[in-house]
């Protein structure tokens, strides 16, 4: 198997959800409302094994569709006869924590935070031209949202770049601020947590990144065809 669909990784809003047990295969058990428990794929494998030592109590981490959280500890839990070691995570925004079998820690993409130095290449990514390629918006917003997804913050700050509304735009539409705002908080939370400052003080520093010595001319957008876009694939 290739991992659970993505639909299924991110269930909200129902109240309990019945384990599926399928030769030693747990898809997802959700304790109640607030408590969303993670089981991947989990067989008696060593692939890829995390170790426990590789994420601390109270480390700040990434999940790739949820963004940055907290590691609140480790805990056991036998399920269909496996007893499996579980990360426990804690995402304040979702207020939600999420469990991750150690074992599948790595093949989720579960990562620590950015170095600065990758983060600053986000930054500068964030200060460049917007390219918008002129296609419909339900193309582009689901190529915005798998950016946002992946958890990498060169390709989150590439949206929030491009959806960057200037003064002499046209109105966005709903939709657009809603991406823009999206991709935004999810690239705040990392830097904040990377420069130890509150998500408020990070927003106001990438806004104030991506407005800071700009002339006329630096607020050009470049606007992509489709050809141009085929070309620059090839």
């Given at each position: 198997g290739k991992g659970l669909p993505h639909k299924l990784q991110d269930i909200y809003g129902f109240?309990?959800?019945?384990?599926?047990?399928?030769?030693?295969?747990?898809?997802?058990?959700?304790?109640?409302?607030?408590?969303?428990?993670l089981m991947?794929?989990?067989?008696k494998r060593n692939v890829g094994m995390a170790k426990s030592s590789d994420f601390k109590t109270e480390d700040f981490v990434v999940y790739p569709t949820h963004g940055v959280g907290k590691v609140l500890g480790s805990e056991k839990q036998e399920i269909a006869g496996t007893e499996l070691d579980l990360l426990?995570?804690?995402?304040?925004?979702?207020?939600?924590?999420?469990?991750?079998?150690?074992?599948?820690?790595?093949?989720?993409?579960?990562?620590?935070?950015?170095?600065?130095?990758?983060?600053?290449?986000?930054?500068?990514?964030?200060k460049g031209r917007a390219r918008v390629r002129r296609t419909m918006w339900s193309r582009r917003a689901q190529e915005y949202e798998a950016k946002i997804n992946s958890g990498d913050p060169?390709?989150?700050?590439?949206?929030?770049?491009?959806?960057?509304?200037?003064?002499?735009?046209?109105?966005?539409?709903?939709?657009?601020?809603?991406?823009?705002?999206?991709?935004?908080?999810?690239?705040a939370r990392e830097f904040a947590a990377i420069e130890k400052i509150d998500e408020e003080t990070a927003i106001s520093r990438l806004e104030k990144l991506m407005n800071i010595d700009k002339t006329p001319d630096d607020d050009v957008t470049d606007i992509e065809t489709e050809d141009d876009f085929e070309e620059e694939v090839e």
């Open positions: 109240k309990s959800l019945q384990a599926v047990f399928c030769f030693r295969f747990v898809k997802i058990c959700l304790v109640d409302r607030n408590v969303k428990v991947a794929e989990c067989f426990v995570i804690d995402f304040e925004h979702d207020r939600m924590p999420l469990r991750i079998p150690l074992s599948k820690a790595q093949e989720s993409g579960l990562r620590p935070l950015s170095s600065k130095k990758q983060m600053d290449l986000a930054l500068v990514k964030l060169v390709s989150i700050a590439e949206v929030v770049r491009d959806l960057r509304r200037n003064s002499s735009q046209a109105e966005q539409s709903y939709s657009e601020r809603q991406m823009y705002q999206a991709a935004l908080d999810r690239l």
